[in-house]
Protein backbone atom coordinates (compact mmCIF):
# COMPACT_ATOMS: atom_id res chain seq x y z
CA UNK A 1 0.00 0.00 0.00
CA UNK A 2 0.70 4.06 -0.41
CA UNK A 3 0.69 6.54 1.98
CA UNK A 4 -2.51 8.90 1.52
CA UNK A 5 -0.20 11.45 -0.35
CA UNK A 6 -0.63 9.75 -3.73
CA UNK A 7 -2.16 10.28 -6.20
CA UNK A 8 -5.67 8.23 -6.46
CA UNK A 9 -5.80 6.71 -9.84
CA UNK A 10 -8.13 5.07 -12.25
CA UNK A 11 -7.83 3.97 -15.44
CA UNK A 12 -10.76 4.74 -18.72
CA UNK A 13 -10.47 3.19 -21.79
CA UNK A 14 -11.03 5.51 -24.32
CA UNK A 15 -11.53 5.08 -28.49
CA UNK A 16 -9.88 8.37 -28.73
CA UNK A 17 -6.80 9.79 -26.63
CA UNK A 18 -7.18 12.97 -27.98
CA UNK A 19 -10.99 13.86 -27.69
CA UNK A 20 -10.62 12.29 -24.18
CA UNK A 21 -7.78 14.97 -23.29
CA UNK A 22 -9.63 17.78 -24.85
CA UNK A 23 -13.15 16.88 -22.78
CA UNK A 24 -11.09 16.25 -19.55
CA UNK A 25 -9.22 19.64 -19.68
CA UNK A 26 -11.76 21.52 -21.61
CA UNK A 27 -14.73 20.62 -19.52
CA UNK A 28 -13.55 19.49 -16.13
CA UNK A 29 -10.63 21.34 -15.15
CA UNK A 30 -7.73 18.01 -15.53
CA UNK A 31 -4.03 19.23 -16.79
CA UNK A 32 -2.29 16.92 -18.74
CA UNK A 33 0.69 14.96 -16.72
CA UNK A 34 1.22 13.46 -19.85
CA UNK A 35 0.66 13.11 -23.51
CA UNK A 36 1.33 10.41 -25.41
CA UNK A 37 -1.59 10.31 -27.99
CA UNK A 38 -2.81 8.48 -29.61
CA UNK A 39 -1.73 5.62 -27.45
CA UNK A 40 -2.32 7.33 -23.84
CA UNK A 41 -2.51 10.28 -21.53
CA UNK A 42 -2.26 10.62 -17.82
CA UNK A 43 -4.62 14.23 -16.58
CA UNK A 44 -5.18 15.10 -13.16
CA UNK A 45 -7.13 17.11 -11.35
CA UNK A 46 -6.54 17.58 -7.48
CA UNK A 47 -5.58 14.24 -6.21
CA UNK A 48 -7.32 12.15 -9.22
CA UNK A 49 -4.97 11.05 -11.77
CA UNK A 50 -6.89 9.71 -14.61
CA UNK A 51 -5.43 7.37 -17.25
CA UNK A 52 -6.05 7.36 -20.97
CA UNK A 53 -5.96 4.42 -22.46
CA UNK A 54 -6.13 4.11 -26.28
CA UNK A 55 -6.71 0.94 -28.41
CA UNK A 56 -2.68 0.40 -29.00
CA UNK A 57 -1.84 1.64 -24.72
CA UNK A 58 -0.89 -2.01 -22.69
CA UNK A 59 -3.79 -1.14 -20.50
CA UNK A 60 -6.27 -1.69 -22.96
CA UNK A 61 -4.71 -4.81 -24.42
CA UNK A 62 -4.58 -6.23 -21.55
CA UNK A 63 -8.41 -5.66 -20.55
CA UNK A 64 -10.76 -8.37 -22.01
CA UNK A 65 -13.53 -7.44 -24.52
CA UNK A 66 -16.50 -8.11 -22.40
CA UNK A 67 -14.89 -6.06 -19.69
CA UNK A 68 -13.62 -2.61 -21.72
CA UNK A 69 -17.52 -0.89 -22.06
CA UNK A 70 -18.69 1.45 -19.95
CA UNK A 71 -20.22 0.53 -16.82
CA UNK A 72 -22.00 1.86 -13.86
CA UNK A 73 -18.79 3.33 -12.45
CA UNK A 74 -17.92 6.68 -12.28
CA UNK A 75 -15.28 9.13 -11.36
CA UNK A 76 -16.77 11.14 -8.58
CA UNK A 77 -15.95 15.04 -9.19
CA UNK A 78 -16.98 17.57 -6.11
CA UNK A 79 -18.14 20.57 -7.26
CA UNK A 80 -19.29 23.57 -5.17
CA UNK A 81 -22.17 25.26 -7.23
CA UNK A 82 -23.81 22.15 -9.03
CA UNK A 83 -26.03 24.34 -11.15
CA UNK A 84 -23.00 26.97 -12.33
CA UNK A 85 -21.06 23.76 -13.48
CA UNK A 86 -24.27 21.87 -15.51
CA UNK A 87 -24.62 25.33 -17.28
CA UNK A 88 -21.41 24.93 -19.47
CA UNK A 89 -21.49 21.72 -20.10
CA UNK A 90 -24.88 21.89 -21.69
CA UNK A 91 -24.23 24.83 -23.53
CA UNK A 92 -21.31 22.78 -24.89
CA UNK A 93 -23.42 20.20 -25.71
CA UNK A 94 -22.06 17.61 -23.74
CA UNK A 95 -24.40 14.02 -23.05
CA UNK A 96 -25.97 14.39 -19.50
CA UNK A 97 -26.83 10.08 -18.42
CA UNK A 98 -29.49 11.09 -15.99
CA UNK A 99 -31.73 14.38 -14.91
CA UNK A 100 -30.06 16.02 -11.56
CA UNK A 101 -30.65 13.80 -8.25
CA UNK A 102 -31.18 15.10 -4.75
CA UNK A 103 -30.84 12.91 -2.02
CA UNK A 104 -29.28 13.60 2.25
CA UNK A 105 -25.90 13.75 0.81
CA UNK A 106 -26.31 16.18 -1.65
CA UNK A 107 -26.81 16.72 -5.63
CA UNK A 108 -25.41 14.92 -8.48
CA UNK A 109 -25.76 14.56 -12.29
CA UNK A 110 -24.08 12.25 -14.36
CA UNK A 111 -22.32 13.18 -17.68
CA UNK A 112 -20.42 10.93 -20.41
CA UNK A 113 -17.52 11.27 -21.81
CA UNK A 114 -16.10 10.84 -25.48
CA UNK A 115 -16.79 6.87 -24.92
CA UNK A 116 -19.72 6.73 -22.36
CA UNK A 117 -17.28 6.27 -19.33
CA UNK A 118 -19.44 8.11 -16.68
CA UNK A 119 -18.59 11.14 -14.49
CA UNK A 120 -20.85 11.80 -11.52
CA UNK A 121 -20.77 15.71 -10.84
CA UNK A 122 -21.94 16.17 -6.71
CA UNK A 123 -22.10 19.33 -4.11
CA UNK A 124 -22.51 17.88 -1.00
CA UNK A 125 -25.73 18.84 0.95
CA UNK A 126 -24.81 21.76 3.05
CA UNK A 127 -23.96 20.80 7.04
CA UNK A 128 -24.67 22.79 10.29
CA UNK A 129 -22.26 23.73 12.22
CA UNK A 130 -20.53 20.96 14.19
CA UNK A 131 -22.17 18.20 12.42
Known amino acids: MTGTEELASVRYIVEDVRASIDFYTTHLGFQVRLDAAPAFADVVRGRLRLLLSGPTSSGARATPPDAATA ?42 DPDGNLVELFQPAARPPGA
Not at 75 to 86: G, N, T, Y
Not at 87 to 99: N, Q, T, V, Y
Open 71 to 112: GRNRIHLVVDDLDAAIGPLREAGLPFRSELVSGPGGRQILLA
